[in-house]
């Protein structure tokens, strides 16, 4: 391609972490996202729902979006027999794992792309704050663009930063006080080191994304894929449509704004594609409804000498954070250097471990894994799956117990004559039958929800007993297996509605779209288009698989 020969349009991805399609409708219409809603007003945009399906997280919506594949991820965390080990998405190794598991060289970046902030690189070549990078210190250097750095040695970024972080925490402190003085209920705890958490995912991590992602649209990077995680951290503590985590979507749609200014000044043109990973619905922790956590539960219903072991983490936020230290401290110069001194009695094999990771890596003969309102139980001791009717053998009591709680909306097991069935407390779903005996209990979780729990029962890592926190439609409100007042993960209400805002001449399909890995089918094909010149609005889209 000649100097004077203009280059083809880039495309930049702007993921907002956990922000669903009814909570960005409602931020637009009352002003808290002025630059997407001026996006949509003037008919540049146009803004749909896609529906991520279970489990509705990041790890398995963004494999899907960025490598088409999302296969065997059952939840944030997970147990594999085999192994015998835990698998938590945002542990560094995990993430690494994750991602040789579903990558097959065809990702969303490959091809001069850039991953910011990511948990995977999308086979990107230069990824800044990629969580799947860090197990291997060579390849994270080989791949980190060094403008990230620059960041941190300019005086101006280092003191706004400081400041806002330092005014983030005085309003979480202020936000928590309200919270506790007006009674809002439900609510948790957001005291310890949440405020931090909430300044270093809201500012650092988005100043920082931003700034480098600025610059190498300056630059002309030809395709980027950006996550802010900031609405989503914020939400999980004080509620997803609540004031608090509203105000932070602000933050975000002026660092949209700031990179579209950018994008004005780049050597080539820029098209944005702003979307969520998944929804979040309203909910209130299943301990706070019950005295009891659904681990606590499973003990109550498995036979008397079972052991059982669980695995939770407090907030899945603290990864992103990591990830950006890590990154700093991976960097040989002055300021470098400086943080590995800072961080050095949190760092772990060369990854620094903030926040409060509760792991029981001790020996248990049940295993419960939870994310949000989503429950895999996994009876450690038999190293295949276990059946409906072996399970009854085994632990008499056990699902209809977990059946008949009034915290759960219903359990799915496989059965060795119907396949997977999904029971609630009225009836039965043969989900491989295609029937449903009494009332149907996945009535009020979705059109697609027979569909993904069917390809959730075939994944090989697919607990021996899924449990979903029952939703509550007359209060759209979800009950959490973890201590959140926003949850996803699992089924019921906007968590699995993830958002799409796109150029509005660019082709869609008629019908939703139902699954990551389709997603990224129409992605890669807005981004072929453009890299070879041609018009998006005429890709075909009628048919994503």
């Known amino acids: 391609m000649g100097p004077s020969t203009p280059l083809p349009p880039g495309i930049v991805f702007v993921e907002i972490d956990g922000l669903a399609f009814e909570t960005l409708i409602r931020a637009s219409r009352d002003g808290d996202v002025p630059t997407l809603a001026r996006w949509v007003r003037e008919g540049t945009h146009r803004a749909a729902r896609w529906d991520c399906g279970v489990p509705s997280q990041t790890s398995s919506s963004q494999a899907g979006i960025l490598f088409g594949n999302n296969f065997d991820i ?97 309003v979480e402190r202020w936000e928590s006080f309200r919270q506790w003085t007006r009674n809002i209920q439900p609510r948790v705890a957001r005291g310890g080191s949440f405020p931090l958490l909430r300044a270093m995912s809201t500012v650092l991590h988005s100043e920082i994304g931003t700034y480098t992602l600025k610059r190498e649209i300056s630059a002309g990077v030809p395709c980027a894929y950006i996550t802010y995680v900031g609405y989503d951290v914020v939400a999980h503590h004080a509620g997803p449509g609540r004031r608090d985590a509203l105000d932070i979507l602000r933050g975000i749609d002026r660092c949209v704004a700031t990179l579209e200014r950018a ?30 956590t659904i681990d ?41 250097r400086a943080a590995r001194r800072l961080l050095r009695k949190r760092t772990r094999e060369g990854f620094v471990d903030l926040g409060h990771r509760k792991r029981d890596d001790s020996r248990g003969d049940v295993v419960v894994c939870s994310s949000g309102n989503l429950g895999h139980i996994y009876f450690a001791e038999l190293p295949d799956r276990l059946t409906l009717e072996a399970i009854a053998a085994d632990h008499p009591g056990l699902i209809e117990g977990l059946v008949a709680h009034d915290g759960i909306g219903f359990v799915m097991v496989r059965s060795a004559q119907h396949g997977a069935v999904a029971m609630g407390r009225d009836g039965v779903h043969f989900l491989r039958e295609h029937r ?37 439609p007359e209060i759209d409100q979800v009950e959490s297996f973890e201590e959140m007042v926003g949850a996803h993960g699992g089924l019921g209400g906007a968590q699995t509605h993830g958002f799409l805002l796109y150029p509005s001449d660019w082709a869609m399909p008629d019908e939703e779209i139902a699954g990551a890995e389709d997603l990224y ?7 072929d288009a453009l890299a070879s010149g041609n018009d998006p609005s005429s890709a075909r889209v009628d048919a994503l698989r």
């Not at 835990?86 to 690494?96: E, G, I, L, R, Y």
């Not at 052991?307 to 040989?332: C, F, K, M, P, Q």
């Open 74 to 170: 059952p939840g944030f965390r997970w147990y594999e027999k085999s192994t015998g080990t835990m698998v938590v998405s945002n542990d560094p190794a995990d993430t690494a794992l994750i991602e040789q598991r579903v990558s097959r060289g065809a990702g969303l970046l490959r091809d001069g792309g850039l991953s910011v902030c990511n948990m995977f690189t999308g086979d990107a070549d230069k990824s800044v704050a990629t969580m799947s990078t860090f197990s291997s210190p060579a390849r994270q250097v080989r791949m980190t663009s060094s403008i990230y750095f620059s960041f941190y040695v300019n005086p101006y970024n280092f003191m706004r930063a400081l400041v806002l972080m330092l005014r983030d925490v005085a």
């Open 521 to 527: 089918q129409l992605f890669v094909r807005w981004r």
């Open 263 to 292: 994008a004005r000044h780049s050597s080539r043109p820029y098209r944005f594609v702003v979307l969520s990973d998944h929804g979040q619905t309203p909910s209130i922790p299943f301990r706070q409804r019950h005295g009891q």
């Open 436 to 472: 449903v005996e009494g009332s149907d209990p996945l009535a009020g979780y979705g059109v697609f929800a027979a569909s993904q729990l069917l390809r959730l029962d075939g994944f090989p890592h697919c607990g021996d007993v899924v449990v979903n926190g029952r939703y509550h």
């Open 296 to 336: 606590q539960v499973v003990r109550t219903l498995v036979r008397a000498k079972s052991t059982v072991r669980t695995s939770t983490v407090e907030t899945e936020g603290w990864g992103h954070v990591n990830a950006l230290l890590t990154e700093a401290i991976r960097y040989d110069r002055l300021t470098g």
